[in-house]
């Protein structure tokens, strides 16, 4: 087989993917071994850029802070702008910056929790690199990703994106805020990634003006709660 035949990179590309992710899967096994020995409820949060996870969070924190104690992993390209902001907040978080890569993997995640005060901690948040399509096919370790879809960025994301929205447990959708002043429905988002993943929990939301973030934190509180088997 001659080196430039299509063929033969086809197959190179398949066993270099499978190799990493077949790594990454085992460091992903140890950091959930280590997360249910500590009874941690660990949360991937996944999106597009732009989608409010960080203001999210930050809401979030801030309205559950006399209930549970969160920590907080924030991972971005550059900059530690979102750490500082979640920092804000009082809970413990480490920044992670990829450079080039897009999207966190375990062994990120294993050495920031390395870095982190988790005595304590009920409740802990990965925020991943705004990034629909490569975060969707790597396991942190977490107990469930979330994807954060706002209203802004249209009804056709899940279409367009299946892979994370099938992978994901739940759906935040945020910025319903905003429903009046755009040409999307919030009854077609829902229902195009329900199609993808009927299995989805849903919750529409706004960070701006608080709408369904008591129901949000309600079923934080009652998974927080439900302590992970060692």
Same mark, same amino acid.
């Given at each position: ?6 063929? +033969?990179?086809?197959i %190179?590309?398949?066993? =270099?993917? &499978?190799?990493?992710l #077949?790594?990454?899967? *085992? $460091? ?6 280590a997360?249910?020995? +500590?009874?941690?409820? %660990?949360?991937?949060? =996944?999106? &597009?850029?732009g989608? #409010?996870?960080?203001? *999210? $969070? ?13 920590? %907080? ?6 900059t ?47 925020e ?23 209203t ?37 988002l829902?229902d ?38 060692s």
């Amino acid at each position: 087989m001659k080196p430039d035949d299509p063929g +033969r990179k086809a197959i %190179v590309n398949i066993s =270099v993917e &499978s190799r990493l992710l #077949g790594e990454n899967d *085992l $460091l992903a096994a140890a950091n959930r071994r280590a997360f249910n020995r +500590r009874g941690l409820c %660990v949360l991937n949060l =996944v999106s &597009s850029p732009g989608s #409010g996870k960080t203001t *999210l $969070l930050v809401e979030t924190i801030q309205a559950l802070k006399d209930r549970l104690k969160c920590a %907080v992993i924030e991972g971005d390209q550059q900059t530690d702008y979102d750490a500082r902001r979640i920092a804000g907040t009082g809970v413990p978080v480490v920044q992670i910056n990829t450079g080039q890569g897009c999207h966190l993997d375990a062994g990120l995640v294993g050495g920031a929790v390395a870095r982190l005060d988790l005595d304590g901690v009920d409740l802990l948040f990965i925020e991943n690199v705004g990034n629909l399509v490569c975060p969707s096919n790597y396991d942190l370790g977490e107990a469930m990703k979330v994807v954060v879809a706002s209203t802004t960025e249209g009804d056709d994301k899940p279409l367009k994106y299946p892979a994370m929205f099938h992978n994901a447990s739940v759906l935040i959708i945020n910025k319903i805020d905003l429903l009046p002043y755009i040409p999307s429905t919030l009854a077609a988002l829902k229902d195009n990634a329900l199609k993808i993943n009927p299995s989805l929990t849903v919750f529409e939301m706004s960070c701006t003006t608080r709408q369904g973030m008591d129901v949000w934190c309600d079923w934080l509180l009652e998974n927080a709660q439900q302590k992970p088997a060692s």
